[in-house]
């Protein structure tokens, strides 16, 4: 499956962004998705997953209450609602796949090329 992230960008703190993952090679109905972020020199850090029936749901704590993951199957798509960005907030943002739940990188081996998302005054 080929992921292709958008939506990132320059954002003020307090602001919103939605993040979007359109899924081309495979239906995402047979994954679990995903949103990871990195900053340089730092490990990819787990945002939210999402199981494939919308079912179950998993969120960083750093990031719960603000951010929401959902999906559209039909449409082969996955969104990331990012709410009250802070600056902590910036970082790439990665969408991934994956045949089984997980909130470690190293599980889901299909990734996306990466969006920025910025917070910024």
């Known amino acids: 499956v080929q992921l292709v992230e958008s939506g990132g960008g320059l954002v003020q703190p307090g602001g919103s962004l939605r993040l979007s993952c359109a899924a081309s090679?495979?239906?995402?109905?047979?994954?679990?998705m995903g949103w990871f972020r990195q900053n340089p020199g730092k490990d990819r850090e787990f945002v939210a997953t999402?199981?494939?029936?919308?079912?179950?749901?998993a969120v960083a704590e750093s990031v719960k209450g603000r951010f929401t993951i959902s999906r559209d199957n039909a449409e082969n798509t996955v969104y990331l609602q990012a709410n009250n960005l802070n600056t902590e907030d910036t970082a790439v943002y990665y969408c991934?796949?994956?045949?089984?739940?997980?909130?470690?990188?190293?599980?889901?081996?299909?990734w996306g090329q990466g969006t920025q998302v910025t917070v910024s005054s």
């Open positions: 999402i199981s494939q029936n919308s079912a179950h749901t």
């Open positions: 991934v796949a994956s045949t089984a739940y997980s909130t470690s990188a190293s599980m889901y081996p299909y």
């Open positions: 090679g495979s239906t995402i109905s047979n994954y679990y």
